[in-house]
């Protein structure tokens, strides 16, 4: 089943899109807390604690639907400047889209939900298919720019994982990743993070 891109226009849809585009008007670009009760999420949509449990099963499988549509939409414009991008300038939007701090909320709970994913992840699995998707991109913007197939998935598999890396110390300690993350990301992506890889240096 396909996320929602759009909150916009709420009619004709299935009752689990109308309720997950409820929760994205709601919530906008934050994501409700972990320690937000089912029923103060529904409140908050005006609908019934009955009602989410019924489509999306938990507090958890809420924040995972949600979760998964707001990233979704992000990919969706994401994607769109990759069209002319190139490979260091798609990992800078990202990081740029990421570190905003209107995301923060999301950038925790996206952490929140991997780990529950961690322990079960047939129970997320669409949380779980959807984490690829720049990935993909990547590659092959990777692959466009003169890398073999192998190669560039490698390169995309450390690039991301850098990125979240990052992320994740900014959320645990924060104000502690370095101002030049992206300059960073990239020279290890070059091979230009070791000093020893420039003896005319």
């Known amino acids: 089943m396909g996320v929602i891109l ?88 990202i990081w740029r889209t990421y570190t905003r701090p209107e995301q923060l909320s999301r950038v925790r709970g996206f952490f929140h ?13 669409e949380f779980v298919e959807s984490i690829g998707d720049l990935t993909v991109t990547l590659s092959s913007l990777a692959e466009r720019e003169g890398l073999d197939t192998e190669e560039a998935r490698n390169v995309t598999t450390v690039t991301v ?8 110390q900014e959320v645990l300690t924060p104000g502690t990743r370095p101002e030049d993350a992206v300059t960073l990301i990239l020279r290890m992506k070059e091979g230009r993070s070791d000093p020893r890889s420039h003896p005319e240096r």
Not at 40 to 69: D, N
Not at 113 to 125: N, Q
Not at 161 to 168: D, F, K, M, T
Request: no cysteine.
């Open 6 to 93: 759009s909150t916009s226009g709420h009619k004709g849809r299935a009752p689990r899109e109308r309720l997950l585009a409820r929760l994205l008007d709601a919530f906008g670009e934050a994501l409700p807390p972990p320690e937000m009760s089912l029923r103060e999420i529904a409140a908050r949509t005006e609908t019934s604690h009955a009602l989410l449990r019924y489509h999306f099963g938990s507090l958890s499988g809420t924040l995972a639907a949600m979760l998964t549509a707001q990233r979704s939409r992000d990919n969706e414009t994401l994607l769109r400047a990759a069209q002319q991008s190139t490979f260091d300038d798609f990992v800078a939007a």
């Open 113 to 125: 939900v991997a780990g529950l994913a961690a322990y079960e992840p047939e129970k997320f699995r």
């Open 161 to 168: 994982a850098a990125i979240r890396g990052l992320l994740l």
